[in-house]
Antibody
Framework: EVQLVQSGAEVKKPGESLRISCQGSGFGFTNFWIGWVRQMPGKGLEWMGKIDPSDSYTDYSPSFRGHVTMSADKSISTAFLQWSSLKASDTAVYYC??????????????WGQGTLVTVSS | QTVLTQPPSVSGAPGQRVTIPCTGGSSNIGARYDVHWYQQHPGRAPKLLIYGYTNRPSGVPDRFSGSKSGTSASLAITGLQAEDEAYYYCQSYDSSLTSYVFGTGTKVTVL
């Protein structure tokens, strides 16, 4: 069974750093890109970017490039999303997803359960 | 920047048919990039509903169907059921933004 299990909810202060994780199981982790999606409170889905766990090549959405860092450790089938200095506006649920290529675009076939990140002083 | 527009809400009685349009432009749907659809119940992770405009993953009821016309795509739900009450998002790629994009989202209410 394909599963993506994300790390638990986090409460942080502005300026703090954070790394959240997404562990895959039930499939060859290096055979699929992993995407990240943000959902701010009461809002829609936003594409952040994707990473190829086989070589850690990243493809960021221009809106998120420079604000977050995606990484992966294929030895433990885990992808990471990290911030060096959080802002209150980073408060959101973050989802990881296993991506599949469909003729011209990737789509999110399986999703993690989401990680709620709350940034508040 | 909004590039895929959806109506905020649609509603229908049980058993009825509803459609959700996803309106794009020449740099996304019109550029022949595939459209995919996701369903999200409140407090839950999104779930893949349709990929490549018209394809349903295993386990998705055939009440859900997708289509494309020009620079727009649509999701249709026939035989509306109470459990279909959720948010629905389209997704594609935009060559001007050089990024994947989601639609603005539509809340489906079953009356």
């Amino acid at each position: 069974e394909v599963q993506l299990v994300q790390s638990g909810a986090e409460v942080k202060k502005p300026g703090e750093s954070l790394r959240i994780s997404c562990q895959g199981s039930g499939f060859g982790f290096t055979n699929f890109w992993i995407g990240w999606v943000r959902q701010m409170p009461g809002k829609g889905l936003e594409w952040m970017g994707k990473i190829d766990p086989s070589d850690s090549y990243t493809d960021y959405s221009p809106s998120f490039r420079g604000h977050v860092t995606m990484s992966a450790d294929k030895s433990i089938s885990t992808a990471f999303l990290q911030w060096s200095s959080l802002k209150a506006s980073d408060t959101a649920v973050y989802y990881c997803a296993r991506l599949i290529y469909s003729s011209s675009t990737y789509y999110s076939e399986y999703w993690g359960q989401g990680t709620l990140v709350t940034v508040s002083s | 920047q909004t590039v895929l527009t959806q109506p905020p809400s649609v509603s229908g009685a049980p058993g009825q048919r509803v459609t959700i349009p996803c309106t794009g432009g020449s740099s996304n749907i019109g550029a022949r990039y595939d459209v995919h659809w996701y369903q999200q119940h409140p407090g839950r992770a999104p779930k893949l509903l349709i990929y490549g405009y018209t394809n349903r993953p295993s386990g998705v009821p055939d009440r859900f169907s997708g289509s494309k016309s020009g620079t727009s795509a649509s999701l249709a739900i026939t035989g509306l059921q109470a459990e279909d009450e959720a948010y629905y998002y389209c997704q594609s790629y935009d060559s001007s933004l050089t990024s994947y994009v989601f639609g603005t989202g539509t809340k489906v209410t079953v009356l």
